[in-house]
């Protein structure tokens, strides 16, 4: 793989379906500089003429370019209707906002809002309706370290706005995804108890609950602010005697498959060995037979009910109060428990904590009847999705795309959840007869709905296409029906096989009937496939463009989509805690978020023209990238808002399309066009002052001017790489190395200070071993001592275990000195630092791999580098692995290193060695990060002290690369025993 080109995938992420593929193929220029207009008719309208004056359609509300007879005609046939924009004083209701402020709590997350939304009516309108679709709204604050949560609701009455512009229609203002709970003239203050609502822990049968995902937390109000009210019960006797309550069946799919009736009895069973959550409860038919599971009680519930069964033998039955119509939805019923059993209640302890038990489960209950469970956890996530994006990134949207978001968010529950299907799968088109989701009742009317809103395309419009869309919806149909598709051709126009290729294959037959279509002899090839295939749908590209403009800015990358919301519920991955606090946006405004976008798909038409061998499409991206970069003004970083421009920076257009020339040095060098290589290095040291890929740039430079001869401006570009700070790790050496070779006399005569220093002698091991193959261009396997095969560093592992010394160890390279690193720093990894927390599914800090992350926190690093370096590593390990075990943090890998290996080898290496390794990482992470030497070994001594070696690992025909002789340098300074062990055959 060409360098650069993993880099740039992870990059583009998930491809997008509709591109301006203008960009890569206008030749009119290299400027695709981008304009707002344009963008935003584009988007609404699916096209537009530049230069027409916008129109504002009286029907819809839409922006439209030039003429609007047309538009009008066809909204006024679909019976669009205007919506008022002014409320009337029954839809007005009082508003409450939150002030929110830092606090940390275990996986919530605290915001300082910025940017302009406050004041735009039209955003306050959509983010309430948002607000009011998006299903159960227990926004509650969870005590990890507590069986009980305070739940306290603070209310700050706001004015009421009125008027077109600044109004705010929705009902329920109020700012939920800020953690509070939303009110509701139905809803009652629940926050008298101790506890009420906990977040959902990781379960597959559970609706992922929204203090899962908007894990936010406020420090309280003042005391002349804060208004609590208590706890609203159901009315029941006050002798305990029993309790009555209200809930749902859930997970029905985990359940068996049996018909329900209104009044079938139920029973209540603990299900104690649940591995995803030990307070589950299954819900069971109370048959005269064998009973049978129908699901389970919500989770909510369940953590107050299971002490209940458990601890004072109460039990549960009751009865289904209703049917759903959906299959899978929640089933309501009502349970009540029998008389008390086991309870002393002259033992005061046990009767309060029984008490705060069963009132907590009452709250629970109560709060459930105005918020239940959402079937269908996808339509959640999208819509949670949807709500953060715009309550942080508003001022990045036009009306257009807003009108489009307004009309989704007004759509069917089963519109929704097919949208959210169908963007989630491949596609781009799909059968419709095909679709089958137990959740969604009725397609057609949910097509309908989606098509109404612009959301989707139908297949009766194909005639509108271009041969690209063609070509898609022939890959809907299989080889059978593409089959039969050329035989009726050919029965109707002989001349469709005479000069065309007869391949079996599915894209040969693809081919072959899109060559008849273009020739012309089938017109009517449209009507054909639709007999094939029957009605296909597919996301609208308008619909396509917003809502991956949304996942985009709410992942801030392109690895991640809404299945990380999924992968959470599930128990897979757990996200560590801090608390994001925002002081600066990333994208200022609209025209930073374009250009990025903009250059993401020409780094995307760069991957897929690498795919596809199409050096030309190549050729174009390299010069798109390189016009782009060479109007670039680098930013002054010398204030503390420039270290933030460091790595925010990966943000920008200019940092994208860098990573596309770089990629574009590597496919020149490929094909031996080493001048133009040159050429775009140069750009890339010129424009990128302040880059810690200028070592790289730098190597690769002085390389490619020795392949065109320049030995003398190769020589100096060397020379000057040394000097320059942003140079280090295996840069700096690989350049050393490059000065003492080419640096010869005539050409030089003083021998460089480094010389003694880069030509350290390192100390050689040499093993010998029985290859398997002794085989060129093929990984070195050896015979180990048990007569199975085995790789290089286990043979050489069996050497130090035996003659070598009696060392113990792990094969690990960087895994465990960056596990380590992680776990000693984690506290200073996620310290509270403004805009390094954007989103709430990092592992990492945006500031990790920059100079910034020690600037910002020299303090903390130091005062935990002192502790390390005075003995306390293995004591910090161990808090550290106690408290955050299995939660995903970069570089930590649970389940390749045991905590017992851990502390041997903290214990072994030291504090001082120790500490030595942890600051390099934490000054320059990105480039110390890989290279580490193959094997860490250690061994105890009688007094629980050790020692520890490092070893390199060399097979036959390898050698150290810069960055391993680098490190190894680095570790022989920091006092660590090292060696490179060279396993070599043995003789026969």
Not at 107 to 117: I, K, W, Y
Not at 179 to 190: A, H, R
Not at 407 to 433: C, E, H, T
Not at 592 to 619: F, K, R
């Amino acid at each position: 793989m060409l360098k650069g080109r993993e880099s740039l995938v992870r990059l583009i992420g998930r491809r997008r379906r509709h591109r301006r593929h203008s960009l890569l193929t206008s030749t009119q220029g290299l400027e695709i500089a981008p304009k707002e207009d344009k963008d935003e008719v584009s988007t609404v309208n699916g096209n537009g003429n530049e230069g027409e004056e916008m129109v504002d359609c009286p029907v819809c509300r839409k922006k439209v370019r030039g003429e609007i007879n047309s538009h009008l005609d066809k909204c006024l046939a679909r019976g669009t209707k205007r919506k008022l924009s002014q409320c009337t004083l029954f839809q007005l209701k009082f508003c409450t906002r939150p002030k929110v402020t830092v606090s940390s709590v275990e996986s919530n997350f605290t915001r300082t809002d910025v940017g302009p939304r406050a004041g735009d009516g039209n955003i306050c309108d959509l983010a309430s309706e948002i607000s009011s679709s998006d299903g159960p709204e227990n926004n509650v604050q969870d005590e990890s370290n507590s069986s009980s949560v305070s739940l306290t609701l603070t209310t700050n009455r706001s004015k009421i706005c009125t008027g077109e512009s600044s109004i705010c229609n929705g009902v329920n203002r109020m700012e939920n995804l800020d953690g509070l709970v939303k009110l509701d003239d139905e809803c009652k203050l629940l926050s008298g108890a101790k506890s009420t609502i906990s977040r959902l822990e990781d379960s597959p049968h559970h609706q992922i609950s929204d203090d899962r995902i908007d894990n936010i937390t406020h420090s309280p109000l003042s005391p002349s602010e804060n208004r609590t009210s208590k706890c609203v019960e159901p009315l029941e006797d006050d002798d305990n005697s029993k309790i009555l309550l209200d809930t749902f069946i859930v997970g029905r799919k985990f359940g068996d498959d049996i018909e329900l009736t209104i009044g079938a009895m139920v029973m209540l069973s603990r299900d104690s060995q649940n591995v995803k959550d030990p307070n589950a409860i299954k819900v069971l038919t109370e048959d005269t037979g064998q009973s049978k599971e129908l699901g389970f009680i919500p989770r909510e519930l369940a953590q107050y009910l299971s002490p209940l069964i458990d601890k004072f033998q109460l039990m549960f039955e009751g009865h289904i109060t209703s049917i759903p119509q959906h299959p899978r939805a929640v089933v309501p019923i009502q349970i009540c428990s029998s008389s008390i059993g086991s309870f002393d209640e002259k033992d005061s302890s046990s009767f309060q904590e029984f008490n705060s038990f069963r009132r907590n489960a009452l709250c629970a209950a109560e709060f459930s009847k105005t918020h239940p469970p959402i079937p269908a956890k996808y339509q959640h996530n999208l819509l949670l999705l949807l709500k953060e994006v715009l309550k942080s990134n508003a001022h990045l949207f036009t009306e257009g795309e807003k009108t489009l978001l307004k009309s989704f968010l007004s759509l069917s529950d089963d519109s929704q959840r097919l949208f959210a299907r169908l963007y989630a799968r491949k596609g781009p088109w799909f059968r419709m007869a095909s679709i089958s989701y137990a959740e969604i009742c009725d397609y057609e009317e949910a097509v309908k709905g989606l098509s109404e809103a612009e959301c989707v395309s139908l297949f009766e419009s194909i005639d509108k296409l271009q041969i690209d869309d063609l070509k898609e919806v022939l890959n809907v149909l299989n080889v059978g029906e593409l089959r039969d598709l050329v035989c009726s051709l050919n029965k109707s126009h002989k001349k469709i096989t005479q000069n065309s290729d007869h391949g079996t294959r599915k894209q040969d037959y693809v081919a072959r009937v899109l060559g008849a279509y273009e020739s012309g002899l089938c017109p009517n090839l449209p009507s054909m496939i639709l007999g094939k295939t029957g009605s296909c749908v597919r996301i609208s590209a308008s619909a396509e463009s917003v809502f991956w403009r949304a996942e985009r800015l709410f992942f801030l990358n392109g690895e991640q989509d809404l299945s990380a919301f999924l992968l959470v519920d599930l128990g897979i991955v757990k996200y560590p805690a801090y608390n994001c606090i925002f002081t600066d946006q990333i994208f200022p405004d609209r025209s930073d978020l374009l250009s990025y976008e903009e250059a993401i798909e020409v780094a995307q038409g760069m991957d897929e023209s690498l795919d596809e061998n199409n050096n030309e499409l190549v050729s174009r991206c390299i010069e798109i990238s390189a016009s782009h970069v060479s109007s670039f003004v680098e930013e002054d970083r010398s204030s503390d808002s420039g270290s933030m421009a460091a790595f925010l920076s990966c943000f920008s257009a200019s940092w994208v399309y860098s990573k596309v020339i770089l990629l574009g040095v590597s496919f020149l060098e490929h094909e031996r066009r080493y001048k133009d290589a040159i050429d775009l290095l140069k750009l890339l040291l010129v424009k990128f002052k302040s880059d810690r890929r200028r070592g790289y740039w730098t190597l690769r430079l002085s390389v490619d001017l020795e392949h065109v001869g320049c030995l003398d401006e190769s020589l100096e570009v060397a020379e000057k790489g040394l000097l320059d700070p942003w140079v280090r790790a295996g840069s700096i050496v690989a350049l050393q190395r490059r000065v003492l070779r080419l640096g010869k006399p005539p050409r030089r005569w003083k021998t460089p200070s480094f010389s003694d220093s880069v030509n350290r002698k390192i100390v050689e091991v040499h093993v010998q071993g029985r290859p398997v193959n002794c085989k060129t261009g093929v990984k070195n396997v050896f015979y180990g001592e048990d007569g199975k095969r085995c790789g290089v560093e286990e043979l050489a592992l069996e050497y130090y275990a035996g003659e070598g010394g009696c060392w113990q160890g792990v094969h690990t390279e960087s895994g465990i000195w960056l596990t380590i690193f992680g776990l000693l720093m984690w506290d200073v990894v996620f310290a509270d630092v403004p805009n390094v927390f954007r989103t709430k599914f990092q592992t990492a800090p945006l500031d990790l791999e920059t100079d910034s992350f020690y600037e910002v926190r020299r303090g903390l690093v130091e005062a935990l580098l002192d502790k390390i370096e005075h003995g306390m590593a293995e004591e910090l390990l161990i808090m550290s692995w106690e408290s955050h075990v299995g939660t995903a943090c970069r570089g930590v890998n649970w389940d390749k290193h045991s905590l017992s290996e851990l502390r041997a080898a903290v214990t072994c290496i030291g504090g001082p060695c120790l500490a030595s390794i942890c600051r390099n990482l934490a000054q320059d992470y990105r480039s110390w990060s890989s290279g580490m030497p193959d094997l860490l070994l250690w061994r105890f001594h009688d007094d629980y002290r050790g020692e520890a070696k490092l070893v390199e690992v060399k097979g036959p025909r390898d050698r150290l690369s810069e960055q391993q002789r680098a490190w190894l340098l680095f570790l022989m300074d920091c006092g660590f025993n090292v060696e490179v062990c060279k396993v070599s055959h043995a003789p026969i």
